[in-house]
């Protein structure tokens, strides 16, 4: 029921509007409008109350006006709540988030962007409403990747750029490699298989390593921590944690039982020398009609005994479970592996896991300007450290031009260190890759533009940025110290419509992280973020603060400057965002 009350799209029809009598009233053989008059009778108002109005419109809608002595009240108590009014959910959640999971050979580069801060923001969100999270890095160490840059170390190393910066040289490597393999002529009409010599030779240095060969397992250990450490450095800057970070070659032992295990128990089968699982209907196709009108199913084991990703992720599955006893396990993984979850999730509840609630949290692409998504697969991406330090440079640039347009005005800009400007620049850069991509619905695609994420007007992290700034302006002005104002408890007013637009928003903001957490959308937050700026930015221009008639009335207006600055920080910090005090 509580999901058919909304927020109404206009005052005059009261602060919230509900419609379940209309889904009620047939239920109880009523008309709708009928019953709504029945509920609202039952329900007490008054100017003391929580109501001060309820009143039917249309077919059967509820108008519902929140009383004054209500809202002074609610938000006294979250003005002096440490967590902002968000009270611990009744039952707990114990949530696995697997995020980010980027194959270590390469460095990280723009499309492993959208996983890695969506994953971040998602656990950030679940642990302040109150739930037990392990954020999960599954690090792909293990695969054909690292075939790729066997090969290339043998066969095309320049020793000199390794030791000069290993990193660079292996990505070096990896995309030379990659290069060579052989690309199909699609005007071609044979459609047998292509030789590729390379890729096989690639496929055979993998194979060596995953058996044990000497070489190949003492050049993997050298590589490993210089592909770690470039990957934390970018973690570190994006402000990205991680309660546990597990390699595929930390499962490898255990993937052997897992096959075994799933053939005893009937739900894998033995096929043309190979181990298969069926498909999410539980279906293995046969005949051709059926491999027509039936998904595949997946391998577990190849003909030549290696084990595939699908292994390794049902015995991550079997590790989470019995390491953490999750309720949730959440995949925060691009909408090309749809499949693959599909199929995965459907084996694990056959082999013993249904109880645990799994999803697929897909995303789109990153598109460049001409609508394509970036691909790095030939270089021609972004690595996510420079796309980083460009969107540094260009927050640098645009600090110093909003700076120099203040001072034109006449604002009060206040004088900041080259250290302190670095800061800042580095703040807003990161915040507005960042933000545009988590103000953008999570299934969707989106276009990286530099130009609109750092806009210093609309919906970027720039303006909220800077709201929050503002915010924090007026106490630094004024000389008043916000912990002792809060902690004096002042009395509330809510006598304009400006202040009521701005206390109603300050109030749904427990509504904004609940709703963000059950789809695991976070642009929910950054809509929520919209309106609240919008809110203060009428507030501000109608209602003055600092010159307010009465003291009572300062105080009451500066405590909702403070309650906004205090959630406009709390839901930058939950997408991953940080901010400054002054800009």
Known sequence: MVRMIRPSSDPKYGDYQANFAMSMAKQLGKAPRDLASELV?????????????????????INMTL?????????????????????????????????????????????HLRSTIIGEALSRIYRFLGHTVIGDNHLGDWGTQFG???????????????????VRELARLYVHVRSLFVKKDEDSEDDGPVADPVAEACRFETAKLHEGDPENRALWQQFM??????????YERLDVHFDTEHGE????????????DMLAKGIAKESQGAVVIPNAKGVIPQSDEERKTEEPPALVRKRDGAFTYTTTDLATIRYRADNYQPDRLLYVVDFRQELHFRTLFAQAARWGYGHIDMRHLKFGSVLGKDGKPISTRKGGGFELGDLLDEAVRMGASKYA??????????????????????????????????????????ESNYVFDFDKMLATEGNTSTYMQYAYVRCRGIFRKGGIDADALRASQPTMIIGTAAEKALALQLLRFGDALQAAASGAVPHLISAYLWDLAKSYSTFFVNCP???????????????????????IQKSLHLLGIRTVEMM
């Open 41 to 61: 009778i039952k329900v007490p108002t008054g100017p003391e109350l929580m109501f001060e109005k309820l009143e039917v419109a249309g077919g059967g809608f």
């Open 67 to 111: 009383s004054a002595s209500f809202l002074q009240s609610a938000l006294r108590a979250m003005s002096a709540d440490a967590q902002l009014g968000i009270s611990p959910p009744e039952k707990p959640l114990t949530v696995v988030i697997d995020y980010s999971g980027p194959n270590v050979a390469k460095p990280l580069h723009v499309g």
């Open 148 to 166: 790729i840059l066997l090969y290339g170390y043998k066969h095309f190393l320049d020793a000199e750029a390794y030791q000069a910066d290993p």
């Open 225 to 234: 921590p210089h592909c770690l450490k470039e990957i934390h450095d970018i």
């Open 249 to 260: 070659s930390y499962y490898q032992p255990q993937l052997a039982s897992v096959v075994e």
């Open 401 to 442: 031009q909003t700076r120099k347009e203040r001072l034109e005005r006449g604002e009060d800009v206040p004088e900041m260190s080259p250290e302190q400007q670095r800061d800042i620049a580095e703040v807003v850069g990161v915040g507005a890759v960042k933000y545009a991509d988590l103000s953008s619905n999570r």
């Open 545 to 567: 603060v600092l010159k307010a008639e009465t003291e009572e009335l300062r105080d009451s207006r500066l405590i909702l400057c403070d309650l906004t600055a205090r959630v």
